[in-house]
T-cell receptor, first 113, second 115 residues
């Protein structure tokens, strides 16, 4: 079936570098996407979202890019900090019918001091 | 404002025993979700409530899982009897009915270990 997936299960970066976490989706009907951060022992926390009528959206130190042509989503974290170490999930709303989110498998970001 | 509250945080039981999880959503949030998260995977939806009505329970294993949200606020998820494969983190989330974003607000989860 159609699902959201991630390219890399683990990403290791040096503190201060930029991080890029990728996500592929296959449901062309999806028009809303969210990135969540999940620290160990905690529930997922909202980072940033983007609708399909946008290509890019920026937050504080984070940027989400959406490429609808290749069904690709990425999360960029600028000046990565130790506190950014967590598992990151992309999620899609496959039919825009209410708040229904389908999550991908997650990428673990490890920040080296 | 308090976030989504779940209890217990941890539960260890033997297989075939029953277990129940409780969730108190953010005040005013009409929609409540139960997700299951297996180790190393993303959350998977079990059931979604709009107020007290279950509007999507297609992924809930109804032979052993049940859920209720009697007054449209707190919710309980029950497993009876538990199986080894039920070991996971059970996440509750809530969201307002009309929201600017599709953000779900998650609790910290209830980690279940079935021995």
């Amino acid at each position: 079936g159609e699902s959201v997936g991630l390219h890399l299960p683990t990403l290791s970066v040096q503190e201060g570098d930029n991080s890029i976490i990728n996500c592929a989706y296959s449901n062309s009907a999806s028009d809303y996407f969210i990135w969540y951060k999940q620290e160990s022992g905690k529930g997922p926390q909202f980072i940033i979202d983007i609708r399909s009528n946008m290509d890019k959206r920026q937050g504080q130190r984070v940027t989400v890019l959406l490429n609808k042509t290749v069904k690709h989503l990425s999360l960029q974290i600028a000046a990565t900090q130790p506190g950014d170490s967590a598992v990151y999930f992309c999620a899609e709303n496959p039919d825009n019918a209410g708040n229904m989110l389908t999550f991908g498998g997650g990428t673990r970001l490890m920040v080296k001091p | 404002e308090a976030g989504v509250v779940q209890s217990p945080r941890y539960k260890i039981i033997e297989k075939k025993q029953p277990v129940a999880f409780w969730c108190n959503p953010i005040s005013g949030h009409n929609t409540l979700y139960w997700y299951r998260q297996n180790l190393g995977q993303g959350p998977e939806l079990l059931i979604r409530y709009e107020n007290e009505e279950a509007v999507d329970d297609s992924q809930l294993p109804k032979d052993r899982f049940s859920a209720e949200r009697l007054k449209g606020v707190d919710s309980t998820l029950k497993i009876q009897p538990a199986e080894l494969g039920d070991s996971a983190v059970y996440l509750c989330a809530s969201s307002p009915w009309l929201a600017d974003t599709g953000e779900l607000f998650f609790g910290e989860g209830s980690r279940l270990t079935v021995l």
